[in-house]
């Protein structure tokens, strides 16, 4: 802790060297002498509204006119009268310099009064950002629109307005010694496991780095252990309806400020694999669509090296020769589908980097490109253009980004496998796959529950979108303190 001196003079030298006041041309510091004292005043522009800074200023003339009026004298008393006049949301004052100029560079403004040895901290903020507006990501044809920004107490507004419980808990942690970024563990009190609450709450106090630009990730991999394992360990989401469902499941959300995504802890393959359309729709539409969405899953792992598997196999046995291409391309068959995957990362990656306007000729383009100029040449056959076509469908088909890029890591690993050793490569390799998914925990939870270990139940929720008024119990694999959904 670094006391703020009661030296006005000195203590303004110093927070201008800090601050870089003259220096950086958004610090704003202003001076005032109100009732015979005199006052500091430190803002950051951009992060608030000039009415609400004018309006603030005007308030501490005339609170200092009354402590005046009143007989009363000294930086103590005015500094109690701003504390209990000033009419603003949030006002509170420190004796930590550091904290001071943390609040400042956060959109508060701090007022230094001469001979106090405080700060006050006045709430002005007015941060810039977007409305919420339809996810990107997790679309639905029915349901609510609104998304999560960047601002985190938007984003806490959003999910304060689907739960309106008293025990819903949003703690504030400060991370990044550089950038000050605000991280909220957010959890139901009488829900969510308290072990599990405090083991994330342990590992956010424990973060310790310059600072986390990029946001969610930076805190994903600093939550989690096996960085190194291709499937998420966290589930990501822009919806508040999302958060607000698994928060009532017993999960646990994190946010982070200056990001629309929002980690949900602990997660499940069969997490990813759901999509908040099937609540949309009819329980038999939905539990349709699931089972699309299911086998989109199996498909954009297996179907490549599954076939190519057969295509080799057809050497031992004549009743397979229906998987071998009929026009073969002038290389070989594991060739061409490694360069057709290559071939869609290079198209997926330049997507991404067009600008909108250009984005669909670039599709027409490289489909002319990849498909009938490719096939006419004999680069690839027909059977695997359409092959990995239906493949990256059903890639894009799965509901989780981070889900479709880890199976598509597993893919290529199974094409490697399946290219050296044939179909036993393969064999080997689906069974490698899953024995990672089986021997994966999300914060001690099993990855590949409700499968292994097998839950009954939670494998029927898994197959079937079951009627709401017929779930009246909560995930058991999460330990809630309270299990019964008809309770509350």
Known sequence: MHSIDTDLDRLVQEVNRILGVGVSFDVIYRSFHFGGLRLAVYALNGFFQSLLILNTVRELGKIAERVAERGESGAGALRDAILRELPSVQVESTRDLDRAIAAVLSGPIAVFLDGAGEAILVDVRAYPDRGPGDPAVERVVR??????????????????????????????????SRSKTEVCLVYIEDIANP???????????????????????????????????????????????????????????????????VIIVPTTFVDHVQHPEDYHQTPLAGTYMRWILLFSVMVSVLLPPVWLALARAAEWSEALRWAVPHQAGKTPLWVQMFLAE???????????NTPVPLGSALGIVAGVVFGQTAAAVGLYSAEVMVLMAVTYVASFATAS????????????VLLVLTALFGPWGCAA???????????????????????LPFHRYGFKQMLIREPLPDIKTRISVLHPVDDDKRAG
């Open 429 to 451: 390799g689906i069974v490698g796959w899953l024995a990672l998914l089986a021997g994966s925990r999300s914060f001690g939870v099993p990855y590949f529950w409700p499968v």
């Open 342 to 352: 290559i071939g869609m990362d290079m198209l997926r990656r330049a997507v991404i």
């Open 195 to 261: 072990e599990l609450v405090d083991t994330i709450r342990h590992k956010i106090r424990r973060i310790s780095v310059d600072g986390i630009p990029m946001a969610e990730q930076s805190i994903e991999e600093f939550l989690i252990d096996n960085k190194w394992n291709p499937y998420p360990m966290a589930r990501y989401t822009e919806r508040p309806d999302v958060v607000a469902t698994h928060l009532l499941q017993g999960y646990i959300a994190v946010f982070v400020d200056t990001s629309p995504e």
């Open 143 to 176: 349901g609510p629109r609104d998304g999560y920004t960047e601002t985190l107490v938007t984003n806490v507004s959003l999910t304060r307005r689907r739960l309106r419980d008293p025990r819903l808990r949003f703690e504030l942690f400060e991370v990044g």
């Open 401 to 412: 980004p981070e889900l479709a890029a880890a199976n598509r890591l597993v893919r290529l």
